[in-house]
């Protein structure tokens, strides 16, 4: 089969980890016969360097041409001053509401050979499997007014937290369809003492639960959620959460599986459907690392296994996106470490290295 992707490494390590993620993806063509037509685009930094802009009609137009976007990350010291007037998350968040992506996934699974790289004892992460579903295109970092004034009292910094029922909805049913193909819990999270978006949460949450009888559902505020991910993790299953809350959990819950390098995230414009080809933005969890950028030392995984989520789900490639799965668990209980996972005693392995080790674990089929 012939599929059209489309690559935006934008800046910092973004690059480094998507060339590996490609390299996966045309590895899994080799192994079961099909071709991928690559298109490359700027976004971020670097198409401010270009362009002037953090994302131009032409990066727009693949986002429309293409099967899907493999993504890798934006921004970084250099565009960092707050008196700039673009920026490059801009470009990432104009990127997500031009694509309609409601929906970002976010797997969290702990791999028993690495519970010595996690911070956390191992008794607290064994079993730890979860999805963090977090809403992406409303809440504070879309909805308006923002921005910043003078008043006589001083500047005055303002943003807006606005949600619909129809906005909660569709991101609330997500939660709940994938928790009935797991575990059947569903936990969401918000601040419903105190925000009157919360509370608006927490009731369609709530009439929503009666179409699923077969799901768990649980409410928590998100201070406690933060806790008890730390302190339980392994209670649970899928978590759905508004767009600031699902940011700042799915990036603490990075600290079970040992590092944000190895997450990998999927942004949706629906329920996915396995094995049912839809378009879908693609990227690791993790930022630009501009402290690592350019060294080599940045962990390709969760980029990489992003590429699994990928073909699953906007390609319809069941068994292509189990394969790479199963070569980065095997890679990993090799000992295969790069620096953010890599132990005592362990020499740490190259960027390209990694992506070697777990592209000839795809080629001879894990």
């Not at 942004?267 to 879908?280: F, K, T, Y």
């Not at 960027?351 to 592209?359: L, W």
Request: net charge negative; glycine share 12%; proline share 5%.
């Amino acid at each position: 089969m012939e599929f059209n992707i489309a690559v935006l490494g934008g800046d910092g390590i973004g690059p480094e980890v998507t060339d590996q993620g490609v390299r996966a993806l045309e590895a899994v063509g080799r192994a079961f016969g099909h071709s991928f037509n690559l298109s490359y685009g700027d976004i971020g930094g670097i198409s401010i360097d270009k362009h002037g802009i953090p994302l131009t009609d032409e990066t727009r137009g693949l986002l429309d041409s293409n099967d899907a976007v493999l993504f890798g990350a934006v921004g970084g010291p250099k565009w960092d001053s707050p008196d700039a007037k673009v920026r490059p998350e801009m470009g990432l968040l104009d990127m997500r509401a031009h694509m309609g992506v409601f929906a970002n996934i976010r797997p969290v699974k702990v791999y028993p050979w690495l519970a010595e790289s996690s911070v956390l004892k191992p008794h607290i992460i064994e079993g730890v499997d979860l999805v963090v579903v977090r809403e992406l295109t409303g809440g504070l970092y879309y909805a308006l007014p923002r921005g910043r004034r003078e008043t006589p009292n001083g500047i005055v910094g303002e943003d807006t937290m606005r949600y619909t029922e129809g906005e909660i909805e569709r991101v609330v049913r997500v939660g709940f369809e994938l928790a009935m193909g797991r575990r059947k819990k569903l936990t969401s999270v918000d601040k419903a003492n105190v925000l009157e978006c919360s509370r608006l949460w927490r009731a369609v949450a709530t009439r929503m639960g009666e179409e699923y009888p077969d799901v768990e559902l649980e409410h928590v505020l998100v201070d406690n959620c933060a806790m008890q991910l730390i302190q339980r993790p392994a209670s649970f299953d899928v978590i759905v959460s508004e767009n600031t809350f699902g940011d700042i959990l799915s990036d603490e819950a990075s600290v079970l599986a040992a590092s944000l390098g190895l997450l990998p995230s999927a942004s949706l414009a629906g329920v996915p459907v396995v094995g049912q080809r839809s378009g879908g933005l693609y990227e690791p969890i993790h930022g630009t690392a501009p402290d690592i950028a350019g060294k080599g030392i940045a962990n390709p995984t969760g980029s990489i296994l992003s590429v699994a989520l990928m073909v699953r789900y906007s390609l319809g490639l069941t068994e292509e996106g189990a394969a790479i799965e199963r070569a980065v668990d095997k890679v990993l209980e090799q000992n295969a470490r790069t620096a953010d996972i890599a132990t005592e005693g362990t020499e740490p392995v190259s960027t390209i290295e990694m992506g070697d080790r777990i592209i000839a674990a795809i080629e001879s089929g894990g």
